[in-house]
């Protein structure tokens, strides 16, 4: 190591001075996400698992709600908001805010609703998601033999559990 050191040319003073300046702004950044992160961790809550917990549940729902007769009128009329799934944890993670909402069939929304209403009941929130304005995706059924499946964007029910990050 003492070889390679004194091979090694000097520096000036400005460049010394550079270096050093940029090790201490290294040091601020690598505390300040550090600090971040242990805080992040902090502000969750117990809510968050409770709010977890209806997830998988909300999604047998939604499947069912999916199903539609493409031969009724309006089959995917309704709106519901959409579940998040995250591949690096391979779970679902959220549920989204309006204008992310899945159009699903009407018929079908009372075990949505129901568990909406579990999910608003513990303090659960509907998060933000980006998604394109509900014009460029209007429900559709989609047809495969007697049954569909609804896709797109449907339009707000006239309550959701509340929105946050």
Known sequence: MC????FREPLSV?????????GRRGTLLCLAVLFA?????????????LCFDLLPEYRAAMDEALVCDP???????AGRPILVFSEST????????PPCLGAVNPASTAKLD????RFEARGCKLRYCPCPPPEF???????SGETGTCWGYGPAPPHLPPSGW
């Open 90 to 97: 391979q779970a679902f993670t959220a549920l989204c805010a």
């Open 3 to 6: 070889a390679l050191l004194a």
């Open 114 to 117: 129901e568990i909406l209403q």
């Open 14 to 22: 400005r460049e010394w001075m550079a270096r050093r300046a940029m």
């Open 37 to 49: 992160v242990l805080f992040a961790g902090c502000s969750s809550d117990e809510a968050d698992d």
């Open 71 to 77: 031969a009724q009128q309006d089959p995917c009329g």
């Open 137 to 143: 995706m209007p429900p559709t059924c989609s047809a």
